[in-house]
């Protein structure tokens, strides 16, 4: 069992930044691949960002692209988003998930999630 929790979540304006953080237990972190998703209210939940279990590699969805940064310690054990230039369709529930094997971004492909931390962007 891996277990995930989310911080650093809160209202912001549009323009600003927040850093997101996923602190991971239980297993190896650097055995596993991890995942930042959103869901905003009535909305599926979506791919946010992928990093890879070293961290050399990175996917990202087209709506963060070039304002997101994901990146992660595995010395602390976690993983974080780096969030700039916020829009108010950025507003969400965001959360990180990890996974054994390498690149994804079907919720249905990670096995273990966080509770989520709410991100809210104000126009």
């Known amino acids: 069992q891996v277990q995930l929790v989310e911080s650093g979540g809160g209202l912001v304006q549009a323009g600003g930044s927040l850093r997101l953080s996923c602190a991971a237990s239980?297993?190896?972190?650097?055995?596993?691949?991890m995942g930042w998703f959103r869901q905003a209210p009535g909305e599926e939940r979506e791919f946010v960002a992928h990093?890879?279990?070293?961290?050399?590699?990175?996917y990202y969805a087209d709506s963060v692209k070039g304002r997101f940064t994901v990146y992660r310690d595995n010395a602390k054990n976690t993983v974080y988003l780096e969030m700039n230039s916020l829009k108010p369709e950025d507003t969400a529930v965001y959360y990180c998930?990890?996974?054994?094997?390498?690149?994804?971004?079907?919720?249905?492909?990670?096995?273990?999630w966080g509770q989520g931390t709410q991100v809210t962007v104000s126009s």
């Open positions: 998930a990890a996974r054994r094997l390498g690149y994804a971004s079907r919720t249905d492909e990670y096995d273990y």
């Open positions: 239980g297993r190896t972190f650097s055995n596993y691949a």
């Open positions: 990093i890879s279990r070293s961290g050399g590699s990175t």
